[in-house]
């Protein structure tokens, strides 16, 4: 089947705006991850979905980033008033919860 | 707190020479280890996971509980090598979510 998708592949956006990002899992992976990757750093934990469990929020940034999962499928990341500084790529990745997870092709955010 | 530790930015061989990938982690327990790679225009993979002891594409990996070290090694590398490399790291309490060094670029010259 297919791997892990994600929507849009690039958004460029006006500061100030909201914007909201979309992963599709792998059928069936019960773990989602969101990161962040901005130009030239390592990829930033940003939130992780198990099953029906409660999600780790801790890599959140700040109260401007939310994110939410529809049982073991679809995710979005919401960011509210999106900052100069929130340009980057976000990664969506998925795994069944053990062993290594599949990654998105991720969505370049540009906020001018 | 768990981290995940890459020196080098940019690591640049010829063709057929040794590499040597270095990643270090701090954690109090005992992690997962994983190396994953970016190929240009790809989206990242795994390459390889410690527990598998496995060698992929040539490349092998060793935990060293003592050094708290990864390292990524290939005798001899090639052109298609050259790619991005994360080390990443997972704790085997609590939550289990994967967290990921900054980076190593390959670069193999003909």
């Known amino acids: 089947g297919a791997g892990v998708s994600q929507s849009p592949s690039n958004k460029v956006t006006e500061k100030g705006k909201d914007v909201e990002l979309r992963c599709d899992p792998i059928s069936g992976h019960t773990a989602l991850y969101w990161y962040r990757q901005r130009l030239g750093q390592g990829l930033e934990f940003l939130i992780y979905f198990q099953g029906n469990s409660a999600p780790d929020k801790s890599g959140l940034p700040s109260d401007r980033f939310s994110a939410e999962r529809t049982g073991e499928s679809v995710s979005t990341l919401t960011i509210q008033r999106t900052q100069q500084e929130d340009s980057a790529v976000y990664l969506c990745?998925?795994?069944?919860?053990?062993?290594?997870?599949?990654f998105g092709p991720g969505t370049r955010l540009t906020v001018t | 707190a768990q981290r995940v530790t890459q020196p080098e930015k940019l690591l640049s061989v010829f063709k057929g020479a040794p590499v040597e990938l270095k990643c270090n982690y701090s954690y109090s327990g005992s992690p997962e280890l994983f190396w994953y790679v970016q190929y240009s225009r790809q989206r990242l993979q795994l390459l390889l996971r410690?527990?598998s002891r496995e060698s992929i594409k040539g490349f092998t990996a060793d935990l060293n509980k003592g050094e708290t070290s990864f390292h990524l090694k290939k005798p001899f590398a090639q052109e298609e090598d050259s790619a991005m490399y994360y080390c990443a790291l997972r704790m085997n309490t609590g939550f289990q979510k994967l967290v990921f060094g900054t980076g190593t670029r390959l670069l193999v010259s003909p």
């Open positions: 990745a998925s795994s069944l919860g053990q062993g290594g997870e599949y």
């Open positions: 410690h527990i």
